[in-house]
């Protein structure tokens, strides 16, 4: 039976059909939806964890315990979990360990665009790359099979084309979740210095053994097409990219073992070609091992290692031939991104902003109130990274900017990677003033739960951590809450907490506008008679405010009734 499945669903179904027994992930886009898929598989335990490196340990210990076992992640969470990948590239599993990076070349929702293939490369593991949803579930599924033969874990990458596209998936039967026998093995799993010099040496064969076995393994293939003028070496979406573009003029060896890249294979099949093309998104790993090979081959000097490829940019480059568009008389105007009618984080940027407080700022959907009109964030570094840079930020510049600096952080990041920076701020004696800004969800990734929540993955019953408890345990005396949609409150505290002489936590409490639960007041109105057109309500960027004929208006279908514009007109020309 096939079916029709984004590539993420197909990475769940894999992992089912596959035998996975334990998965632990930490959202983000675009990888989210397959842990979200994946619990509703009950045969596989599965959570959100505080972080990705938590995530990968939770999953290697479930691997040595003898489970086949699961962890997904972004391509930045795939730097938090580099220190478990890099020695478990030393140690090698037990029960076979899939990994999922799904790396996003375009940045459509990053703050990056590395490319994972260095990670593996650097790690030491082996890495598969599909081109469509049906190969994600083979992949994934083999990619246990390839672990446990390799005794490795193995990343699958994927991208956001193939993660967000649909394709037929073959269904089939879960197989291979046996519980394998744990036996204490110190020389293995313990990576003292002695034991891990030893398990390098171990590490340099099976690559070696790996990169041999992709001279003839099931993720290479070859495609010859009579009368193939050129050849190209291509893996992932770029594989579908070069296809659609240049069809049957080329043929094509698609890579889907990507680390450790065979030799063999890509010199036979380029013998076969006065030109081959290496087509690749983002960075030249294919094409730096073909040339530190003696393979000729062009690549970089005419494909970008910024952005994405598409099937117009391989035939303008290759073929020479430019598609023909429809195009529009007058220009499209842009759409960015906004903060929503009624979230709750509004009021509170609009304080800052007013009070031209240096805010650095942290990885959520709360990072939007750095556009205009608000302008209210200076800093966005990585996860957790605000309170760390604040403290930086303080040192180095005194007292002066510890009276109008402040770092923001959602409650997510802040148990992901925060609370270290808060202790880092208690410790070493730091004047400085962390808003968290606590809207009861993992909002930036659609609406996932975290340990704050008191929800677990499956939306069950958990426990939920006391963020003024835990600020307090982290050493920090100062702490209060505020509601957003109370400006003068906010305002009130941020000026206190600034004057304070010690740490200090805000707690900026309400929940998502968007949660289901939520209930919301009836759309506010403008009575057009008071309405002068100062456009004060416009300096928050509601969008469902707007100025027609020179009065303000609002959109009875996107406003909730916050309130937030009606502090803004002096005039009362706002109101129920």
Partial sequence: MKKLMLGNEAFARGLYEGGCKVASSYPGTPSTEVTEEVAKYDEIYSEWAPNEKVALEVALGASIAGARAFCGMKHVGLNVAAD??????????????????????????????????????????????PSDSDEVKEFVKQGFELSEKFDTPVIVRMTTR??????????????????????????????????????????????????????????????????????VITSGIAYQYSREALGDKASYLKLGLVNPLPVDIIRDFAEKYETVYVIEELDDIIETHCRKNGIKVIGKEIFSKIGELSQ???????????????????????????????????GLFYCLSKLKVTVTGDIGCY?????????????????????????????????????????????????????????NIAYNDSNSTVIILDNSITGMTGHQQNPT???????????????????HALGINRVRVVDPYNMKECEEAIKEELAADEASVIISRRPCALLKYVQHKPALKVNEDKCVGCKMCLKIGCPALSVHNGKAVIDATQCVGCGICTDMCKLGAIGE
């Fill in 84 to 129: 478990p990948l890099y020695t478990a590239g030393y140690t090698g599993v037990n029960g076979g360990l899939v990994i999922c990076v799904a790396d996003d070349p375009g940045m459509h929702s990053s703050q990056n665009e590395q490319d994972s293939r260095h990670h593996a490369i650097a790690s030491k593991v082996l890495m598969l790359e």
């Fill in 162 to 231: 193939v993660a967000h596209s649909q394709s037929a998936v073959e269904l089939c039967e879960r197989q291979g979740d046996e519980l394998k026998a744990y036996e204490k093995n110190a020389a293995k799993y313990v990576t003292l210095p002695a034991n891990a010099r030893k398990l390098h040496v171990t590490v340099e064969e099976r690559l070696e053994k790996a990169a041999q076995y992709g001279n003839d393994c099931p993720f290479n293939k070859v495609e010859i097409n009579e009368g193939a003028q050129f050849g």
């Fill in 312 to 346: 117009t940019i391989i035939a303008e480059k290759i073929l020479g031939k430019t598609p023909e568009f429809d195009t529009f008389s007058e220009p499209v105007p842009v759409r960015p991104p906004v903060m929503c009618a009624g979230c709750p984080h509004r």
């Fill in 367 to 423: 990072t939007l109130g750095a556009a205009a009109p608000l302008s209210a964030m200076d800093t966005t570094i990585c996860m957790g990274a605000s309170i760390s840079a604040l403290h930086g930020f303080n040192k180095a510049r005194g007292e002066e900017s510890e009276r109008k600096s402040v770092a923001v952080i959602g409650d997510s990041t802040f148990m992901h990677s925060g609370m270290t920076g808060l202790v």
């Fill in 453 to 471: 929540t008191g929800k677990n993955l499956k939306g069950d019953p958990a426990y939920a951590v006391n963020l003024e408890a835990l600020c």
